[in-house]
């Protein structure tokens, strides 16, 4: 049997053909639906902050003699309870820690509803496992109480020491209540107010905003949906408050064409990641990589005197060595990459490491040769 016309050959070859055609194609937008580009616009969470004290730790608390406001904030709750302590009292809490405490309040919560809540150490305490969290107002950014937060704290970490040794798990310092706070107060919200509701786009595009509007009007009718900048889509919503829900919850439905982001390349400086969207092309460049290398080195070294000198004294001297070595570099031609596959398989021939990849894409980008925007986080 001939090996090329057997079936297995003949299904890789087509395999690869059809790879092939596929990278030759155009890039194709993706249908999705308008709630995944789009949330209306008030319709959003608050955030919420407070102060409070955990107890109940096993001689893990803040060293009171270095943070003051925890014996000043016992004794503001103690008061509360009916009991004053004197004046001179000096309070040793080793079982109690000041925290902050953080929620999100989600919209549209009412009253009697829970919430997660973090709770995060301020002081110098060296672990919250095992505490609890007495009674903590949150506070949203107008000063007004909208969650009491209370209950026993989840530290995903653990830790021990002992003759000046310590072994740590994971973070000690913060830790999370599910359902830690009561709603106590709602935040009103203008959807049910006013004639429309505008819907805000994840990202400013005015093509995803007239796509979202031509959506709207093909399934609800013209007129209903107008684009009223790159960011903005307003809705004629109907007059009784009851038939909104339903409104919204079937334009949330409706499906949409995407439109292709912008090209754009993310560079993390930091860390060395770097992230291409779909839209990243190259022109023809050239790139010469090399590396330069500099290493210094010092030696110590000990001059003595003769043993027959007289007020000769031992001296420590150092010995330093400076190397520099370039390695060769080549002039790498790298024609025009159409899709972000070409451009990725041109970067990975220069066998550069993320860290010479950051500053090869900068220069690609300063001399003109690569469309797409560079951000630097």
Same mark, same amino acid.
């Given at each position: 049997?001939?090996?090329?016309?057997?079936?297995?050959?003949?299904?890789?070859?087509?395999?690869?053909?059809?790879?092939?055609?596929?990278?030759?194609?155009?890039?194709?937008?993706?249908?999705?639906?308008?709630?995944?580009?789009?949330?209306?616009?008030?319709?959003?969470?608050?955030?919420?902050?407070?102060?409070?004290?955990?107890?109940?730790?096993?001689?893990?608390?803040?060293?009171?003699?270095?943070?003051?406001?925890?014996?000043?904030?016992?004794?503001?709750?103690?008061?509360?309870?009916?009991?004053?302590?004197?004046?001179?009292?000096?309070?040793?809490?080793?079982?109690?820690?000041?925290?902050?405490?953080?929620?999100?309040?989600?919209?549209?919560?009412?009253?009697?509803?829970?919430?997660?809540?973090?709770?995060?150490?301020?002081?110098?305490?060296?672990?919250?496992?095992?505490? !609890?969290?007495?009674?903590?107002?949150?506070?949203? =950014?107008?000063?007004?109480?909208? #969650?009491? &937060?209370? /209950? *026993? @704290?989840? %530290?995903?970490?653990?830790?021990?020491?002992?003759?000046?040794?310590?072994?740590?798990?994971?973070?000690?310092?913060?830790?999370?209540?599910?359902?830690?706070?009561?709603?106590?107060?709602?935040?009103?919200?203008?959807?049910?107010?006013?004639?429309?509701?505008?819907?805000?786009?994840?990202?400013?595009?005015?093509?995803?905003?007239?796509?979202?509007?031509?959506?709207?009007?093909?399934?609800?009718?013209?007129?209903?949906?107008?684009?009223?900048?790159?960011?903005?889509?307003?809705?004629?919503?109907?007059?009784?408050?009851?038939?909104?829900?339903?409104?919204?919850?079937?334009?949330?439905?409706?499906?949409?064409?995407?439109?292709?982001?912008?090209?754009?390349?993310?560079?993390?400086?930091? !860390?060395?990641?770097?992230?291409?969207?779909?839209? =990243?092309?190259?022109?023809?460049? #050239?790139? &010469?990589? /090399? *590396? @330069?290398? %500099?290493?210094?080195?010092?030696?110590?070294?000990?001059?003595?005197?003769?043993?027959?000198?007289?007020?000769?004294?031992?001296?420590?001297?150092?010995?330093?060595?400076?190397?520099?070595?370039?390695?060769?570099?080549?002039?790498?031609?790298?024609?025009?990459?159409?899709?972000?596959?070409?451009?990725?398989?041109?970067?990975?021939?220069?066998?550069?490491?993320?860290?010479?990849?950051?500053?090869?894409?900068?220069?690609?980008?300063?001399?003109?040769?690569?469309?797409?925007?560079?951000?630097?986080?």
């Amino acid at each position: 049997m001939n090996p090329i016309a057997s079936p297995s050959f003949v299904m890789r070859l087509l395999s690869v053909l059809a790879l092939l055609c596929l990278s030759c194609l155009p890039l194709q937008s993706q249908a999705m639906r308008i709630k995944e580009v789009a949330a209306v616009q008030g319709v959003r969470t608050n955030q919420l902050t407070g102060f409070g004290l955990v107890v109940g730790l096993d001689g893990t608390g803040d060293q009171t003699g270095q943070m003051p406001y925890t014996t000043q904030g016992m004794n503001n709750y103690l008061q509360q309870l009916g009991l004053t302590l004197p004046a001179d009292a000096k309070l040793q809490l080793k079982n109690v820690a000041a925290v902050m405490v953080t929620a999100q309040l989600p919209p549209f919560a009412q009253p009697g509803q829970m919430i997660d809540v973090t709770v995060s150490s301020v002081g110098n305490a060296k672990s919250l496992r095992g505490g !609890t969290l007495i009674t903590t107002p949150l506070k949203g =950014v107008d000063g007004e109480i909208y #969650a009491l &937060a209370q /209950g *026993n @704290l989840l %530290v995903g970490g653990a830790g021990a020491s002992g003759g000046g040794s310590k072994v740590q798990i994971n973070h000690l310092s913060a830790g999370r209540i599910p359902g830690g706070a009561q709603v106590e107060r709602a935040v009103p919200t203008p959807f049910a107010l006013g004639p429309t509701i505008d819907l805000g786009l994840n990202s400013a595009d005015f093509q995803t905003a007239r796509r979202v509007a031509e959506a709207i009007n093909k399934r609800m009718g013209e007129g209903v949906a107008s684009a009223v900048d790159g960011r903005t889509v307003r809705l004629v919503a109907p007059p009784d408050p009851h038939s909104r829900v339903s409104f919204i919850a079937e334009i949330e439905e409706i499906p949409m064409e995407a439109t292709i982001p912008v090209a754009k390349v993310i560079v993390n400086s930091r !860390t060395g990641s770097i992230v291409m969207n779909q839209a =990243v092309t190259l022109g023809p460049c #050239a790139v &010469a990589h /090399g *590396n @330069l290398s %500099v290493t210094i080195s010092s030696t110590p070294m000990v001059s003595q005197p003769n043993p027959l000198s007289t007020g000769g004294q031992t001296v420590v001297t150092e010995k330093t060595d400076i190397k520099i070595s370039q390695d060769a570099g080549s002039l790498i031609q790298m024609d025009a990459a159409p899709q972000l596959s070409d451009l990725v398989r041109m970067l990975n021939g220069l066998g550069a490491t993320p860290q010479d990849l950051l500053a090869i894409l900068q220069a690609i980008k300063a001399a003109g040769a690569m469309n797409a925007e560079l951000e630097v986080i």
